[in-house]
């Protein structure tokens, strides 16, 4: 028994055929790609200017896959979807109310990937036409996750591995590394796009670096279908950067050293200013008094004895602070 899909193709393509002599309505679709996001709905548009005492019952309305897969059907005023393909039933929808007006486009529901392709939209009034719409299905990718390999006791100079993950997009994307100038790197850079079992693609890209003072890397990931631009950035500064072992510990003693000399230097300087108190002090009886009743010295007494007479850990403290100014 001859297959009705092969039947109803046959007779289609006759039917077309005959109608190949008379002048063809016009029908309009855009001439750009429908973009349907994948799992949402997605209308492919067909429309034409229907004659004048235009009935539906006039109307034979076909939209077909580029696999000839019969995606929907109306005919003698009503849908026909006995021989509907199975990815497509209860799928899709005409807009009833405009037909009638010359509106033939077609709902798809949940756009799936096995969608993508041309569809056809055959109308007969009077006389027959088609015209062919393509449907470019799109899923956008998620928000690129970068890691640093190794990511602790960095360094200026060192070289580090920087990683970029993308997930669950389609189709395959272009991604570019940036440094913080904006200059693309070019070099030491490996990107593989692997599609899961469900048609969607996985993007890894790593490139080597060598590690400034501070800087910023950035992912960015081009979806060519959707036009738009994801990125992720990481700046590179005293966080993940550290002193080399070798210059911590030259830091460190340099420290010591300087505490040492500083020790060393105050304690001079109390001895100094213990024996400069004492020889002070036994000249003081020696003081006269002015007429206008202050103290006259013929040396420093007047300006050293206040800390001659002070207790030892204050004099310690000011001697400390004098040094360090």
Known sequence: MEDPCDLEMSALCLFLLLHSVASAIELHVPDAPVIGLLGEDVVLPCWFSPPTGFSLRELSLFWKLTTFQQVHAFTLGQEQLENQDPDFI??????PEELSVGNMSLRLRGVRLSDEGIFTCFVNVENSSSAAVRLQVAAPFSKPVLHLEPSESLKPGDKVTMTCHTYHGYPEVELVWQDGRGHNLTENVTTAQVANEKGLFHVQSTVVVTLETSDTYTCLVYHPVLRDVTQSSVTVTGQHLSFPPIALWVTVGLCVCLLGLLVALACVCRKQLKQTCEEEQAEAGDEE???????????????????????VSLRSTVLIVLLLL
Do not use: D, Q, S
């Not at 008094?289 to 207790?311: D, F, R």
């Open 90 to 95: 209860n799928r899709t929808l005409l807009f």
């Open 289 to 311: 008094v002015e007429e206008n009743g202050e103290l006259k010295t013929g040396n420093i007494v007047t300006l050293i004895y206040p800390l001659c007479i002070a207790p």
